[in-house]
């Protein structure tokens, strides 16, 4: 059982079930009332099983940054609980499996979305994370790509909406991961990633949490000045995304790592509202 575990973790589960949330209201939000449910069923599980094999690859390229970062100490491979050989094994697998799903249960452009997902997530991200301040928003085209996966499966169509969808993830992630960084600095310095806050200051990074969070503020309303969600999803947005801002803006703290968790928590309240609201949008007014 223990080494059930272990395989287990080495997927990162937390990333995998946050993802998929994002996948599912994307795939309800792109059906309205067209539900097939074979093909939620298997865009879940094909999504899950890619992201997985990118979580497996990044845990790998990464042995040598965990082990100088206090919060990946103990992650399996450091503590050598799987073999680098049986990791990659099980990653392999995995993405096979994944693709296998998506291909033969969803559509096309669903399984390009998530090769290019898990190409910028294990390739261009784990590289540009290691030599730029920019990897932080490089690695939300691969974060962003699991909402509009799952409308592809739904819709089979690239449209303005997919964009959308992408758009506000995007604008999500950058408040959501600087606040992270900023809390973990110390562990981004001594593994040498130039995250925001390490390379440019507490004070730069805020400045560009509040500018990305007025960015998805936009990015979500977007939906409603194009016509595709009533007067509950654009007043529910509107309250969420400038409370967020007020975190971030008036909830004032001589301890920054307790404000950059109150802006975190905030980020994630806001994403589940803005998941609940598309997925039910065909039912609200």
Request: glycine share 6%; aromatic share 16%; charged share 15%.
């Given at each position: 059982?223990?080494?059930?575990?272990?395989?287990?973790?080495?997927?990162?589960?937390?990333?995998?079930?946050?993802?998929?949330?994002?996948?599912?209201?994307?795939?309800?939000?792109?059906?309205?009332?067209?539900?097939?449910?074979?093909?939620?069923?298997?865009?879940?599980?094909?999504?899950?099983?890619?992201?997985?094999?990118?979580?497996?690859?990044?845990?790998?390229?990464?042995?040598?940054?965990?082990?100088?970062?206090?919060?990946?100490?103990?992650?399996?491979?450091?503590?050598?609980?799987?073999?680098?050989?049986?990791?990659?094994?099980?990653?392999?697998?995995?993405?096979?499996?994944?693709?296998?799903?998506?291909?033969?249960?969803?559509?096309?452009?669903?399984?390009?979305?998530?090769?290019?997902?898990?190409?910028?997530?294990?390739?261009?991200?784990?590289?540009?994370?290691?030599?730029?301040?920019?990897?932080?928003?490089?690695?939300t085209i691969s974060g962003a790509t699991p909402p509009v996966a799952g409308y592809f499966a739904a819709t089979n169509s690239v449209d303005r909406a997919s964009l959308l969808l992408f758009l506000v993830l995007v604008f999500w992630q950058m408040p959501h991961f600087f606040a992270i960084a900023i809390r973990r600095i110390t562990d981004y310095k001594n593994a040498k990633i130039p995250v925001l806050p390490a390379v440019k200051g507490i004070k730069e990074t805020k400045l560009q949490i509040t500018v990305y969070i007025l960015g998805f503020i936009f990015a979500t309303m977007a939906f409603?000045?194009?016509?595709?969600?009533?007067?509950?999803?654009?007043?529910?947005?509107?309250?969420?995304?400038?409370?967020?801002?007020?975190?971030?803006?008036?909830?004032?703290?001589?301890?920054?790592?307790?404000?950059?968790?109150?802006?975190?928590?905030?980020?994630?309240?806001?994403?589940?509202?803005?998941?609940?609201?598309?997925?039910?949008?065909?039912?609200?007014?």
């Amino acid at each position: 059982m223990k080494i059930i575990k272990s395989y287990y973790n080495l997927a990162k589960p937390g990333i995998i079930y946050g993802n998929l949330i994002t996948a599912i209201a994307g795939y309800f939000f792109g059906a309205k009332s067209n539900i097939d449910y074979s093909s939620l069923i298997a865009m879940s599980f094909g999504v899950s099983f890619v992201i997985a094999s990118g979580c497996v690859f990044n845990n790998i390229l990464d042995i040598k940054i965990d082990k100088k970062m206090k919060r990946t100490l103990n992650r399996e491979l450091v503590v050598q609980k799987i073999s680098v050989r049986s990791a990659y094994i099980y990653a392999y697998i995995l993405g096979f499996l994944g693709f296998i799903v998506l291909e033969y249960f969803t559509n096309t452009i669903t399984v390009l979305s998530g090769l290019a997902g898990l190409f910028f997530y294990v390739v261009v991200y784990s590289y540009a994370k290691r030599m730029s301040v920019h990897g932080t928003l490089i690695g939300t085209i691969s974060g962003a790509t699991p909402p509009v996966a799952g409308y592809f499966a739904a819709t089979n169509s690239v449209d303005r909406a997919s964009l959308l969808l992408f758009l506000v993830l995007v604008f999500w992630q950058m408040p959501h991961f600087f606040a992270i960084a900023i809390r973990r600095i110390t562990d981004y310095k001594n593994a040498k990633i130039p995250v925001l806050p390490a390379v440019k200051g507490i004070k730069e990074t805020k400045l560009q949490i509040t500018v990305y969070i007025l960015g998805f503020i936009f990015a979500t309303m977007a939906f409603s000045y194009f016509g595709y969600t009533g007067i509950v999803y654009t007043t529910v947005m509107l309250l969420a995304g400038f409370w967020w801002l007020y975190v971030c803006l008036y909830k004032k703290t001589k301890d920054v790592n307790d404000w950059s968790k109150k802006v975190f928590f905030a980020s994630l309240i806001c994403l589940v509202i803005f998941d609940i609201l598309i997925a039910f949008n065909n039912i609200l007014p």
